[in-house]
């Protein structure tokens, strides 16, 4: 609700710079669209305008606000701070820049950006607003109620200040006064969400669950497509008694989000309760797969099988559980039980010696002798240590692993939409599969046309169209999949028209032809006739650059169709070969360093892939595509900061994935 908010006050702001007519209509045209909530294309006008006019704060200042709609938040930061570098009196550019900060927990630099740009505006709302929730979340309750006090002293019928105030209240442990807020609040707006959950999170405290559950029906009813809120209502439906409700509610916030690890767990608690054996352990897996360092979910797996009498995948789960935690008693006891099935009774009694071996010491001397107490709350990753604010990092493996799982789950839904659909409002949401973008490939089709900007020009390739040597145009494309029949069609007949003037030629044969050729026989993924074609250029042209980048990707195409692993391997070699000579000829040719780095990357090389990426951006400084791949490097190996980064840019300049990638790791 507060982005919402946010988003609606920005737009209806004059102080816009003007600028000359043609910078002015982009921006402007900019943001109507970002009006409409088409961020990835009100991004690409900003983008033109900050090429036009580099020293004007509007267009950074509207790009961030289009990123953080996009979720961003470090994208929306950045460009805020150019914004300020170049209009450091621009007030909303501090309140922008403030906001993602608190979404990426630099709550401390976000109340700097607060204090400033109140002293621009001492009374903004939402410079007061923001700066007290900022305060709140730091646990500088004091100075977070003087902000919320003086928020509320100023602007009496502010319904979201009194929710704000409620919960500070709440962590202040001030019940009654959180109580007397949500009521102000509730009086001024019904329909806002804060005060129904902060009332039911104090009634559930009371233990007074009807009255809880009535304010999260009020919740659920205002935003039905949260799944936290059916989670919250399942546990309260389980509290009254309710547990066909509290069943209903996990299955249906699994149906908004499958793969929300607590609803799993809760789901798998209740069936374990339940006796729903087989399906309680299906989803403590489930579980595990996301999270496979949850405590929590192996040892009530272990729990279910052991109730199961599958004593051995019991015992496999306990003895999981004491290598990593050897001090938590509790643990030999049910290994013991898990012998105990297996008719090992001597297991059984060194078990519980050993148990009671550990309770013992503890109690002869504590500090000397703790016990392993794993708290990890379920659905939430295994570390419970504090980081400073704004560095919490997950370790390398952490990031890889989650990475990872983004990498085999294809979640696409709206198949039906078409491309120009898609791109509109929250690109973020659409769930895709996290896979590279393709190799860049001569074509005798067009790039499709796409939000942002590629640079394909081949400087070989420019030189043979304007030559005119053969009767079309070729163009350097991303790989394509499938082509219409109508294209098919088509491609048929230009393969047999060149086929009759290569053997009218017979040995006069212009390489040019076999050029055409081999392009036509590559989209038809005839790769050995192309091979073979490509071949036959090279042999009487052997510095043809167009050539070893057309064979390169039909050699690496030709390998992913070979069963023989040990051919294919041979052939992937032979076209990373054709990439190092076409970079040879010419070390400017950024798309047959992106090519490598794409063959690299399918191999798993994610250092050197990263490397030939890094080369191809150093020539073309906004190649999309090279951003986001180079970005699936940085998180294949675990280094979340530079892939954030990467990722970010490549959404600037068009390559949808990247949003949904940058919130799904988040």
Request: glycine content about 6%.
């Amino acid at each position: 609700m507060l982005k919402t908010l946010f988003f609606v006050i920005i737009l209806s702001l004059p102080g816009y710079v003007r600028a000359q007519i043609n910078a002015e209509q982009v921006l402007t045209i900019g943001r109507n669209v970002l009006s409409m909530d088409d961020y990835m294309l009100a991004i690409q006008y900003f983008n033109q305008a900050i090429k036009a006019k580099p020293y004007l704060a509007d267009p950074y200042f509207f790009r961030a606000l289009a990123k953080l709609n996009l979720e961003d938040y470090k994208g929306a930061e950045l460009d805020c701070c150019e914004a300020i570098k170049r209009n450091k009196y621009k007030a909303e550019a501090y309140k922008l820049r403030g906001f993602a900060r608190q979404h990426l927990g630099l709550d401390s630099l976000a109340v700097l950006d607060y204090n400033e740009g109140l002293k621009h505006d001492p009374t903004d709302k939402y410079f007061l607003f923001y700066k007290g929730v900022a305060l709140t979340t730091l646990k500088k309750n004091d100075d977070a109620l003087d902000a919320m006090n003086q928020l509320l002293r100023r602007y009496p019928r502010f319904d979201e200040g009194y929710a704000a105030r409620a919960s500070l209240n709440l962590q202040r442990e001030d019940t009654v006064a959180a109580l007397a807020d949500v009521e102000s609040a509730l009086k001024l707006n019904r329909a806002q969400i804060n005060p129904y959950l902060i009332r039911a999170d104090i009634e559930s405290r009371r233990g007074n669950w009807e009255n809880a559950l009535n304010d999260m029906e009020e919740a659920v009813r205002l935003r039905p497509e949260e799944p936290a809120f059916y989670i919250n209502r399942a546990y309260l439906r389980y509290n009254t008694d309710n547990y066909l409700g509290a069943m209903s509610d996990y299955n249906y916030a699994l149906q908004l989000d499958p793969e929300n690890m607590a609803a799993l767990f809760n789901r798998a608690l209740l069936r374990f309760e339940v006796k729903d054996l087989i399906n309680a352990e299906k989803d403590f897996t489930s579980v595990l797969k996301l999270n496979p360092g949850n405590f929590h979910a192996l040892y009530n797996r272990g729990l279910v099988e052991l109730e199961s009498g599958n004593y051995r995948a019991a015992l496999a789960d306990f003895k999981s559980i004491a290598h990593r935690y050897p001090k938590f008693y509790p643990v030999y006891y049910a290994i013991a039980e898990a012998e105990r099935g297996l008719g090992n009774l001597r297991a059984v009694g060194a078990n519980v010696n050993y148990a009671e071996q550990l309770v013992r010491q503890y109690v002869a001397n504590p500090e000397k002798n703790p016990l392993d107490r794993p708290t990890i709350a379920a659905g939430t990753p295994n570390n419970s240590d504090s980081h400073p604010e704004g560095e919490e990092e997950e370790d390398e493996i952490e990031v890889m692993n989650r990475f990872n799982r983004l990498v085999t789950m294809n979640n696409i839904t709206e198949t039906e939409l078409s491309y120009n659909e898609k791109i509109k409002g929250r690109v973020q949401d659409r769930n895709v599969m996290a896979e590279p973008e393709p190799l860049f490939a001569l074509s005798f089709n067009p790039s499709p046309k796409s939000l942002g900007g590629v640079t394909n020009y081949f400087r070989e390739l420019d030189a043979f169209n304007r030559g005119r040597y053969i009767n079309r145009t070729i163009y350097i494309s991303p790989l394509s999949g499938t082509l219409t029949d109508k294209e098919y069609e088509a491609l048929f007949k230009l393969t047999d028209d060149y086929t009759a003037v290569i053997s009218a030629s017979g040995k006069n044969a212009r390489p040019a032809d076999y050029i055409a050729r081999g392009i036509g026989f590559s989209m038809l993924k005839n790769y050995k006739a192309a091979i073979e074609d490509f071949d036959a250029v090279l042999a009487s042209n052997p510095d043809f650059t167009l050539a070893y980048m057309a064979r390169g990707v039909a050699r690496y195409a030709s390998a992913l169709t070979q069963e023989d692993q040990r051919l294919a391997m041979k052939t992937i070699a032979y076209a990373a070969a054709d990439f190092d000579t076409a970079t040879r000829l010419n070390p400017g040719l950024a798309h047959a360093w992106y090519d490598k780095g794409c063959i690299l990357y399918s191999q798993r090389d994610y250092s050197q892939a990263a490397e030939c990426f890094s080369k191809a951006i150093s020539i073309d400084p906004e190649f999309g595509a090279a951003y986001y791949n180079r970005g699936l490097c940085a998180l294949s190996t675990g280094k979340k900061n530079e892939a954030f980064s990467d990722l970010s840019r490549a959404g600037e300049l068009g390559i949808l994935p990247s949003y949904n990638i940058l919130k799904r790791m988040k």
